[in-house]
Nanobody
Framework: QVQLRESGGGLVQAGGSLRLSCAASGLSFSTYHMGWFRQAPGKEHEFVTAINHNGIYTYYADSVKGRFTISRDNAKNTVYLQMSRLKPEDTAVYYC??????????????????WGQGTQVTVSS
């Protein structure tokens, strides 16, 4: 049974930083691309960033480029999202997702194979 468990969310002031983690189990982690999505109230899931299965390639939404960094540790079955210079518009529930490496990392929620339960990130102004 695949499980993805996010942690590290919380309340932070604008301009601050947070580091999210997503621990994976029940899958061969190194054969999965990993992505982060976010969902603000009343909105659809929004692609944030993705990393390919071996960590060589990364992809970012324009809205977070230069502020967020995705990384992974295949030995620990964990993917990370370092968020810096946070803005109030970054407030959302953040989800990690796993996509089998058959194709390139996707930017669409439904193209992933498994998702976590999410962790709340709130940025105050």
């Amino acid at each position: 049974q695949v499980q993805l468990r996010e942690s590290g969310g919380g309340l932070v002031q604008a301009g601050g930083s947070l580091r999210l983690s997503c621990a994976a189990s029940g899958l061969s982690f190194s054969t999965y691309h990993m992505g982060w999505f976010r969902q603000a109230p009343g909105k659809e899931h929004e692609f944030v960033t993705a990393i390919n299965h071996n960590g060589i390639y990364t992809y970012y939404a324009d809205s977070v480029k230069g502020r967020f960094t995705i990384s992974r540790d295949n030995a620990k079955n964990t993917v990370y999202l370092q968020m810096s210079r946070l803005k109030p518009e970054d407030t959302a529930v953040y989800y990690c997702a796993a996509q089998y490496m058959l194709y390139s990392p996707a930017k669409i929620w439904n193209e992933y194979n498994a998702w976590g339960q999410g962790t709340q990130v709130t940025v105050s102004s």
